[in-house]
């Protein structure tokens, strides 16, 4: 059943009436059953109770960040909207560090050596001279901090993103795509690519389950007037394919030219939370400061 149909699995469905009432959404399976679409108010009922009964655990950005509350769950998807250059990579690097959930990145831009010394920075808040010193000495074994990430440096096309995710050793809970625009694709038409890409990860997020992070280009116009929720290039379809939409707004110091402050706030969401913070820069960390302001 699992591996018919040329890996597509078993395209049928349960549709025996024994079977169909002991179907439940997490049968990998369920994505196939011919009427999972079509609901009436008890399938919605059973549906928001089966979810409610698993606790199912979200991922919480403001617990990084004083107190704040912001909660992701499985099945949503956050879209990161910034100017070039604004430390999103590095912020997404700081929070999938933070939280060690088994975790699938997409990295288009930025090679192996640069993601891999950020990433131990971060873990072990070293500068970039103790990163040195301590791989000039010969010494490893940081790999065993991070078991749970998995680094993919090649450019999918949307399509590809499903098969990608069937093939890793270990289904994450976390994916994230650094960044939307770099996807391959047959689409001649630049927001048609942005919106295939968007498309495709809302249904990864809600067919696997998992929680997805991309980050998004932002148009001349937002660049210089200010983000809102029609800051991201392409179409309004790459808003309405997201859950939760953030823009990132860095500072630069006067002296240094270097960013040294950015600001996390959300311009759209489906749940009632909120977000905007003011987040410090010490090199590769990004964290709250009390003090800092905007």
Same mark, same amino acid.
């Given at each position: 059943?699992? @591996? ?45 109770? @089966? ?100 680094? @993919? ?35 001649? @038409? ?105």
């Amino acid at each position: 059943c699992y @591996d018919g149909h040329g890996g597509q699995g078993y395209r049928y469905g349960c549709t025996d009436p024994v079977m169909d009432e002991y179907c439940k959404n997490t049968c990998r399976l369920y994505k196939s059953k011919k009427n999972q679409t079509l609901m009436d108010s008890v399938a919605m009922e059973t549906h928001l109770i @089966d979810f409610l009964r698993s606790d199912a655990k979200p991922i919480n950005i403001g617990d990084l960040y004083a107190g704040q509350d912001f909660p992701i769950y499985p099945g949503e998807v956050v879209i990161l909207q910034a100017p070039p250059k604004s430390m999103k990579t590095m912020l997404l690097q700081n929070w999938v560090t933070g939280f060690k959930r088994p975790t699938y990145f997409i990295e288009m831009e930025m090679s192996p050596r640069q993601i891999w010394s950020r990433f131990v920075m971060i873990e072990m808040k070293w500068s970039e001279e103790q990163l040195k010193e301590h791989y000039q000495q010969m010494h490893n074994g940081m790999d065993k901090r991070f078991k749970w990430l998995t680094v @993919d440096y090649s450019a999918p096309y949307a399509q590809e993103l499903e098969k990608r995710i069937a093939m890793l050793p270990m289904k994450p809970e976390i994916m994230v795509v650094d960044h939307m625009g770099l996807f391959k694709s047959n689409q001649r @038409d630049a927001n048609m690519k942005v919106e295939e890409a968007s498309q495709a990860m809302m249904e990864i997020a809600v067919k696997h389950n998992i929680i997805v992070f991309a980050v998004s280009e932002i148009t001349k116009q937002a660049f210089h007037e200010g983000m809102n929720i029609a800051s991201s290039k392409g179409s309004f379809r790459t808003a309405y394919n997201t859950n939760k939409l953030l823009s990132v707004n860095p500072q630069k110091s006067i002296s240094t030219g270097l960013i040294e402050r950015i600001n996390i706030k959300c311009e759209a969401n489906r749940e009632r939370e909120n977000i905007n913070i003011n987040l410090k820069v010490n090199n590769t960390r990004i964290y709250y400061d009390e003090n800092n302001t905007f």
